[in-house]
């Protein structure tokens, strides 16, 4: 499968962006998703993840209550919607693939190409 990330962009602090990830080659309902981010100088951290068949959500603790990963089946996509956005936000934000949700980078085997987000203060 491959995926396509969008929608990143400049926001101020408090604000909110809708970050996309379109799958083709394959329907993304088959997989498990994950959102990932790489800060400057940061090794790449797990965000959020939804699972294949229930759609259970997982959260980094550092994201729990402002961003919300959802999937729209009929588009073959995965949204991570962010809320009240922080300058510790600003990253590369790499949406991935797997047969089972987890937070751990090794268990993803298609990644999109990331798309940056920056959170001026």
């Known amino acids: 499968v491959q995926l396509q990330a969008s929608g990143g962009g400049l926001v101020q602090a408090g604000g909110s962006l809708r970050l996309s990830c379109a799958a083709s080659?394959?329907?993304?309902?088959?997989?498990?998703a994950g959102w990932f981010r790489q800060a400057p100088g940061k090794e790449r951290e797990f965000v959020a993840s939804i699972s294949r068949n229930t759609g259970t959500t997982y959260y980094a603790d550092s994201v729990k209550g402002r961003f919300t990963i959802s999937r729209d089946s009929a588009k073959n996509t995965v949204y991570l919607q962010m809320n009240s956005l922080k300058s510790e936000d600003t990253a590369v934000y790499y949406c991935?693939?797997?047969?089972?949700?987890?937070?751990?980078?090794?268990?993803?085997?298609?990644w999109g190409q990331g798309t940056l987000v920056t959170v001026s203060s």
């Open positions: 991935a693939a797997a047969a089972v949700a987890t937070i751990r980078l090794q268990g993803y085997d298609y």
């Open positions: 080659g394959r329907t993304f309902n088959n997989y498990a």
